[in-house]
T-cell receptor, first 113, second 115 residues
Framework: AQSVTQLGSHVSVSEGALVLLRCNYSSSVPPYLFWYVQYPNQGLQLLLKYTSAATLVKGINGFEAEFKKSETSFHLTKPSAHMSDAAEYFC???????????FGSGTRLQVQP | EAQVTQNPRYLITVTGKKLTVTCSQNMNHEYMSWYRQDPGLGLRQIYY???????DKGDVPEGYKVSRKEKRNFPLILESPSPNQTSLYFC??????????????FGPGTRLTVL
């Protein structure tokens, strides 16, 4: 079975600082990986996805993630945090049979002024 | 505007009282799915549908029913809700079931409380 683990349920950074949200996956087949963001009282919005093309994936709002097979990781980064980045972030791996996304438990990002 | 809509957005009900949460998408998507979100557990799939009249169980289907009579609608039915079904529910859709990595678009969520 596929799974993802997000290290750190809460991450706090200062405005302008680097954002690093960690995600490790477990999959017996080449994975399809996703990062979604959830703002308070809203649904999930896709930030970016890895579909076995380029290992460095650029997404919306200045976020990017790098697929590292050797480390089974897909960490999300942003060079400079903005107050509007405060949200909960979910890493997910796709079950290609059911098209089901298996989500991590989420990381809540706080951005301090 | 392309979107997935859910109704109601908030619902408080009592144990055993049948309820339906509706989900509708206006993007002509073939694939639709229901997830529930619980603190510390992320989202877990309840049921999914590859197309009209084709539905199947996800990871946590117990206590739920679905139907897919029209392409745009995918209602979630709780025949006899129980307090352990108190959760935040999301509907999602994506264009083609056989295009593996299509983005799934999520609705705004329905917060259900069962007393």
């Amino acid at each position: 079975a596929q799974s993802v683990t997000q290290l750190g349920s809460h991450v706090s950074v200062s405005e302008g600082a680097l954002v690093l949200l960690r995600c490790n996956y477990s999959s017996s087949v080449p994975p399809y990986l996703f990062w979604y963001v959830q703002y308070p009282n809203q649904g999930l919005q896709l930030l970016l996805k890895y579909t076995s093309a380029a290992t460095l994936v650029k997404g919306i709002n200045g976020f990017e993630a790098e697929f590292k097979k050797s480390e089974t990781s897909f960490h999300l980064t942003k060079p400079s945090a903005h107050m509007s980045d405060a949200a909960e972030y979910f890493c997910a791996v796709l079950d290609t049979g059911r098209r089901a996304l298996t989500f991590g438990s989420g990381t809540r990002l706080q951005v301090q002024p | 505007e392309a979107q997935v809509t859910q109704n109601p957005r908030y619902l408080i009900t009592v144990t055993g009282k049948k309820l339906t949460v509706t989900c509708s998408q206006n993007m002509n998507h073939e694939y639709m799915s229901w997830y529930r979100q619980d603190p510390g557990l992320g989202l877990r799939q309840i049921y999914y549908s590859m197309n009209v009249e084709v539905t199947d169980k996800g990871d946590v289907p117990e206590g739920y029913k679905v139907s897919r009579k029209e392409k745009r609608n995918f209602p979630l039915i709780l025949e006899s809700p129980s307090p352990n079904q108190t959760s935040l529910y999301f509907c999602a859709s994506s264009p083609l079931w056989n295009r593996v990595a299509d983005t799934q678009y999520f609705g705004p969520g329905t917060r259900l409380t069962v007393l």
